[in-house]
């Protein structure tokens, strides 16, 4: 499995637990004042995808979107005989939500947004010390990739008012350690 994919299948197999803890732990509320429950569970897009609506047009009317790219990868071999490898991927997950007219209250984007954020910072937080995804998103079968170390290293802004998309860049590493070549 590629590193764009196992980070996608990272949001996207642990996304339904963290929806409500992270929702949940933020205290946002919604627009009649009772408890955010949940953004919908966004489309996970890889962006190489040459499938049909996947990569380079995604309706976000529906639901948000999550986009995944990798930035850069870089390898190191810390012994002489270079017979191991550490690996370190850069990728950038970009976080997007329509703002729709039909919406009552100007701010629902922002908090939907900010609810999404929140989920994906939550799962790469709580899976940041050796991620594992499993064969079937079932942890008593095998695992079908791994890595030693996730972490989020910053969030940009990534608003287009023209388009009214209101978004969040947010630069994440991968890192694996001590694998054989």
């Keep these: 499995m590629d590193e764009v994919s196992f980070l996608i299948r990272l949001l996207e197999d642990n996304w339904s ?15 009649d004042g009772s408890a955010w429950v949940s953004t919908p569970t ?6 190489r995808s040459i499938q049909p609506t996947q990569g380079k047009r995604v309706d976000l009317d529906t639901k948000p979107i999550i986009i995944v790219y990798e930035d850069s990868a870089t390898i190191t071999h810390p012994t ?3 017979s191991i490898r550490n ?21 629902f984007s922002r908090r939907q947004l900010q609810s999404l954020y929140q989920m994906a910072r939550h799962i790469l937080e709580k899976k940041a010390l ?17 890595a030693e170390l996730i972490e989020i290293t ?5 608003n287009d008012r023209g388009k009214k998309m209101l978004g969040y860049k947010m630069s994440v ?9």
């Design 130 to 146: 050796r991620p594992k995804v499993y064969v079937d998103n079932n942890s008593n079968n095998a695992v079908e990739a791994s």
């Design 173 to 181: 590493t991968m890192k694996r350690f001590g694998r054989n070549t």
């Design 87 to 107: 690996e370190e991927y850069a990728f950038t997950v970009h976080l997007r939500v329509l703002h729709r007219r039909d919406y009552d209250e100007l701010t």
């Design 42 to 47: 966004p489309n996970f897009v890889d962006v």
């Design 154 to 158: 910053g969030r940009n802004e990534a």
């Design 80 to 82: 002489i005989d270079w």
């Design 17 to 31: 637990d963290s929806a409500t803890i992270a929702a949940g732990k933020s205290g946002i509320k919604q627009a």
